[in-house]
């Protein structure tokens, strides 16, 4: 089993979660969090300056069999890209076991 978390702008959190769906990756959690990046400059908008040293993000963690991780990969790349600096990052470690609580399952049926 795989944990994949993922960084993303909170603009494309549909689109990323529309995309999980579609390749049946049903169940992950997710947090709306703050994060520093490499944009330094500042943004102007209807003549206000905003600084964007402190980016909000959407944290999401998803935890799935081998099988799994090269589709859901491909679909986080997909749906969160802009090919704007800030597009986010995502993380893969291995998991060595979970489990299902009201059923006691473990392994892949645990997770699905």
């Not at 994949?4 to 992950?28: C, G, M, P, Y």
């Not at 589709?71 to 990052?89: C, F, I, M, P, S």
Request: aromatic residues 10%.
């Amino acid at each position: 089993m795989k944990k994949i978390e993922a960084i993303i702008r909170k603009s494309k959190f549909d689109d990323v979660k529309e995309a999980l769906h579609q390749i049946e990756v049903n169940f992950f959690s997710y947090w709306d969090v703050t994060g520093v990046g490499n944009e330094k400059q500042g943004h102007v908008y209807r003549g206000i300056a905003y600084s964007t040293a402190d980016i909000q993000r959407r944290y999401l963690s998803i935890v799935v069999s081998d099988d799994f991780l090269q589709k859901t990969v491909d679909a986080l790349l997909e749906a969160a890209y802009t090919g704007n600096v800030g597009d986010g990052k995502i993380f893969v470690s291995d998991i060595q076991e979970g489990y299902r609580i009201r059923t006691k399952e473990s392994g892949h049926a645990g997770i699905n």
